[in-house]
Structure formats: structure tokens, C-alpha cells
């Protein structure tokens, strides 16, 4: 299966899109930097690229957690990003209610790990006609994820993508079980590999920490057993940063991870076969 999303194809052989950008919208000047810096390298490396931002948090471990800028606000840069850079726009949304308003801006819903199962809220995102993204949630088995889809595509929207971000491994920590990439590729829908997410420590201190060093080789991994799309939250100083400082890439290093990836791409087949084998 083949999701187009703008001029961008993912899936069915076609080549690995990026997916990039901070974990909120924190400001314009944040939004417009990064997404500026992403673009040029994409170009350079000849990478589709999908920008992502939230432009609101609503799955934070306390109350004091960072949410939003303002939601209105937030859509409002994305929305300016988008034409400045001509970029498609990737997006959270946690409620029915958030569909419609986000679908004015972005091309791609993204439906959180936590709520994977939200039988509207999958119905909801499905009925804007925008590709949805619907990440794996921590507590749930790859195959299960065959279901998750089947609620989107009942819509009538066949643009479904389906992300790998890590498993629950006792309270505090992740683990990635790669046989889920070859597995929800097996429905037919693009998968994606969460890098980022997927070296959270959750819900530690009141806040989500994060191992940030295990990104890259996690990354590469990924790109060996076979991935349509790279997903990554980026930061120009992660350790300032108002949401997942801890598991957010320094933009310095996205060009770094992508050539490693695109590397270890180009000597495996889809199937994570080496070619010539």
C-alpha cells in the first residue's frame, strides 16, 4: 500500500520519508528554525520530509507538565510553517472534537500510543480524508494493530500509517520488538519507526526522561528489518526544551542519523534481506 500524502508517496518501495520536527510548538521562532534547517537537509539527501509538532500536549505525566502555547496559536504557526516552507504538516489530535480543527492544517493526524484503541477517535480522524498516523501504543501487541487500522479504513480513508514506538518493560522503561515492523507491514499499511519515543523512561520523577544515546543505534536497527518512514522529535537544545528534553535528537545530529540510515537502507531489501542473498 502506497499513502500519498501532498506530493509525498510512503510505502510500497518508494523512498524513506522523514518525519521531524520538535515535540511541541513552543514558538514560532522554534517552529521556523527547525523546520527551515530540516528542509535543507532533505533537500541535500533527497528525503521526503513530513514536519512534526503538537500543537498541544495532552498526555502529560503531572500538571505541571508543558501542554500548549494556546491551541489556536500553535495551529496558527503550523499553519505558517506549512506555506512558508511547503512542507506537509504532521499533528496530534486527542479528541473527536480536535479532528476537524486540526484537518484545516495538517496533513497527517497522528493518533497518541495512549489512545490507539479510541474507537472515535479513529473514526474521527478517518472521516477528514487526511492520511492518520496511529501510534502503536505501549500495551499493545503488534498484531492488534490490524484492528486500529480496520477502524480508519471503515471510513472510507485507505491513507493509514502505523508506528512503532517501544513497549512497556516493567514501569519505567522500553523495549522495541522489531518482528513488529514485518508484522503491521503484513496488513499492507506503511510503518514507521518512532526513534525517539521508543528511549523514553516513562513517567520518570514526574516527568518522562529519556536515553537519548540509544537513538541512533536503535535507528539503524530499524532500517536493517525494513521501514517506510523515520520518525524523530528534534530540538536545537534539547535540554531547554518544554516537553521530552530528555528523548528529543539535537537537530545538529539529524543529518548524522539519516546518512547512517539511508546507508544501511541501501544494502537491504524491504524484507531486511541483504542484497544479493
Not at 185 to 196: H, K, M
Not at 260 to 271: A, S
Amino acid at each position: 500500500m502506497i499513502v500519498s500524502i501532498g506530493n509525498i508517496k510512503c510505502g510500497g518501495g518508494e523512498p524513506l520519508v522523514l518525519i521531524a520536527g520538535p515535540c511541541v510548538v513552543e514558538s514560532r521562532d522554534l517552529i521556523f528554525h527547525t523546520a527551515e534547517r530540516l528542509k535543507k537537509i532533505c533537500e541535500n539527501l533527497h528525503v521526503p520530509l513530513i514536519f512534526k509538532s503538537s500543537y498541544k500536549k495532552a498526555n502529560r505525566t503531572s500538571a505541571g507538565g508543558f501542554a500548549t502555547i494556546g491551541e489556536d496559536a500553535a495551529l496558527k504557526i503550523l499553519d505558517e510553517a506549512k506555506k512558508q516552507f511547503s512542507l506537509p504538516i504532521l499533528t496530534d489530535i486527542h479528541s473527536e472534537g480536535e479532528a476537524s480543527a486540526a484537518a484545516q492544517v495538517a496533513d497527517v493526524l497522528q493518533i497518541p500510543a495512549f489512545l490507539c484503541r479510541q474507537t472515535e477517535l479513529l473514526e474521527a480522524a478517518g472521516r477528514t480524508g487526511k492520511a492518520v498516523n496511529i501510534k502503536k501504543g505501549q500495551f499493545v501487541a503488534p498484531d492488534a494493530m490490524k484492528y486500529a487500522a480496520e477502524k480508519v479504513a471503515l471510513t472510507g480513508n485507505k491513507n493509514i500509517l502505523l508506528t512503532e514506538r517501544g513497549s512497556m518493560f516493567g514501569y519505567h522503561d522500553l523495549v522495541v520488538d522489531f518482528r513488529s515492523l514485518p508484522i503491521m507491514r503484513a496488513f499492507g499499511w506503511p510503518v514507521v519507526f518512532d526513534a525517539t519515543h521508543s528511549v523514553q523512561v516513562p513517567s520518570s520523577g514526574g516527568k518522562s526522561g529519556g536515553r537519548r544515546e540509544f537513538v541512533f543505534p536503535l535507528a539503524r536497527a530499524a532500517a536493517a528489518v525494513g521501514i517506510d518512514a523515520l520518525f524523530i522529535e528534534t530540538h536545537p537544545d534539547p535540554a531547554k526544551a518544554l516537553s521530552d528534553a530528555d528523548s528529543q535528537l539535537p537537530l545538529s545530529q539529524v543529518e548524522n542519523l539519516l546518512h547512517q540510515t539511508l546507508e544501511i537502507m541501501d544494502t537491504h531489501d524491504m524484507d531486511g534481506e541483504e542484497e544479493g542473498e
